[in-house]
């Protein structure tokens, strides 16, 4: 695999501000990616693909703790028996 360099401060601050604007999309429409097509395509033409993958992990891991906290954490075969 060929090693990119390092992206600039610059670049690195389009790629964060094409994650913020495509995520805050995604969490006014309930995570409807169909909306954020457009900032999706931006988001992937501004950062290293590593970092999509990361981001993309990383939002998964967010909402899951932010489910935990507003819901707190319910294990999977408890659900149904009450």
Known sequence: AAKMPAPTMEERKACWGARDELWQCLDSHGDDASKC?????????????QWVKYFDKRRDFLKYKRKLETEGYHPPEAAGKS
């Open 37 to 49: 097509e457009k900032l999706r395509l931006s988001f992937e033409s501004r950062c290293p693909q």
